[in-house]
T-cell receptor, first 113, second 112 residues
Framework: GQSLEQPSEVTAVEGAIVQINCTYQTSGFYGLSWYQQHDGGAPTFLSYNGLDGLEETGRFSSFLSRSDSYGYLLLQELQMKDSASYFCVVSSYSGAGSYQLTFGKGTKLSVIP | GAGVSQSPSNKVTEKGKDVELRCDPISGHTALYWYRQSLGQGLEFLIYFQGNSAPDKSGLPSDRFSAERTGGSVSTLTIQRTQQEDSAVYLC??????????FGPGTRLTVT
């Protein structure tokens, strides 16, 4: 089966840097992505790692190590609007051109002044 | 262009009634997913459609839940004989890649 582990809550100060870790166990692993969800809103795509290494998109970066079954999301220069839940998502190949996406339980980030 | 749309946005129903939730995916997206999210919780996978392949129904919680996708586009999630534990936000997403999903605004279902 598939399993993902990420912290349930993180608190950080405005302007700081925060890292949200994700470890996973899955068969047919294809890639790791991250989604952001504000309270009352729908999840929105942030980043994807199909290969090992760091992907940078503005203030957000995401990292993947396939050998360690581990990834993280790094948020820099935190802003109050970054307060949201962040989901680690594993893509796994299930055959015949089909992919299964498994969401972690989410990390609630609270940014404080 | 238009994003994923869902209807209704809110649905209040009595226990035991059937409900239908609709999802209009982004045109051209071959993959369509249904999820359920309870307050403050993560996303629970329900069902996945990919092109003309048989749907992955492995996440459906009981045989009261069913879904279909007509013409590779619009999808309907049906819950029969609703129970109070079915109360949640039901999210639909569509995709044309293996990782980037576009979510609709969701349908908030309340079973009284």
């Amino acid at each position: 089966g598939q399993s993902l582990e990420q912290p349930s809550e993180v608190t950080a100060v405005e302007g700081a840097i925060v890292q949200i870790n994700c470890t996973y166990q899955t068969s047919g692993f294809y890639g790791l992505s991250w989604y952001q969800q504000h309270d009352g809103g729908a999840p929105t795509f942030l980043s994807y790692n199909g290969l090992d290494g760091l992907e940078e998109t503005g203030r957000f970066s995401s990292f993947l190590s396939r050998s360690d079954s581990y990834g993280y999301l790094l948020l820099q220069e935190l802003q109050m609007k970054d307060s949201a839940s962040y989901f680690c998502v594993v893509s796994s190949y299930s055959g015949a051109g089909s992919y299964q996406l498994t969401f972690g339980k989410g990390t609630k980030l609270s940014v404080i002044p | 262009g238009a994003g994923v749309s869902q209807s209704p946005s809110n649905k209040v129903t009595e226990k035991g009634k059937d409900v239908e939730l609709r999802c209009d995916p982004i045109s051209g997206h071959t993959a369509l997913y249904w999820y359920r999210q309870s307050l403050g919780q993560g996303l629970e996978f329900l069902i996945y459609f990919q092109g003309n392949s048989a749907p992955d129904k492995s996440g459906l919680p009981s045989d009261r839940f069913s879904a279909e996708r007509t013409g590779g586009s619009v999808s309907t999630l049906t819950i029969q004989r609703t129970q109070q534990e079915d109360s949640a936000v039901y999210l639909c997403a569509s995709s044309h890649t293996s990782y980037e999903q576009y979510f609709g605004p969701g349908t908030r279902l309340t079973v009284t």
